[in-house]
């Protein structure tokens, strides 16, 4: 008899338990009639930014001059005839000057 009594117990729990936790699927909106709505799709992004770099793989083959003289001594110390590579914020839209990029990223002279 007792075993009755927990039964009925048991289900009450386990409909509680299972039924607090629900699924949810995002169904599309129906007119008037029952057909598919016509909805609109968001006109904004939800990434503020997308960001696009470039990486440039490169060699030292000779001395370049430091922009400013006190780095000069850093830009000597560079190893030569190795390939090197960095990686740099680019706009895909335009034409990149690679040697002026590196440059510029190494604190070299734009000559």
Not at 16 to 41: E, S
Not at 46 to 62: L, M, N, R, S
Not at 95 to 100: G, N, R
Request: glycine letters at 4%.
């Amino acid at each position: 008899m007792k075993r009755l009594t927990l039964f009925p117990a048991a289900i009450i729990s386990a409909v509680f338990l299972f039924d607090a936790q629900q699924a949810a699927a995002a169904v599309p909106g129906v007119d008037g009639r029952g057909l598919a709505a016509h909805t609109a799709c968001p006109t904004v992004l939800e990434v503020p930014a997308i960001y696009h770099f470039d990486k440039i793989v490169f060699q030292i083959a000779g001395q370049i001059a430091a922009a400013a003289v006190a780095d000069q001594p850093a830009l000597d110390l560079l190893p030569r005839l190795t390939p090197l590579d960095i990686k740099v914020l680019d706009q895909p839209k335009r034409v990149a000057d690679l040697k002026a990029k590196v440059l510029s990223f190494l604190g070299a002279a734009l000559t």
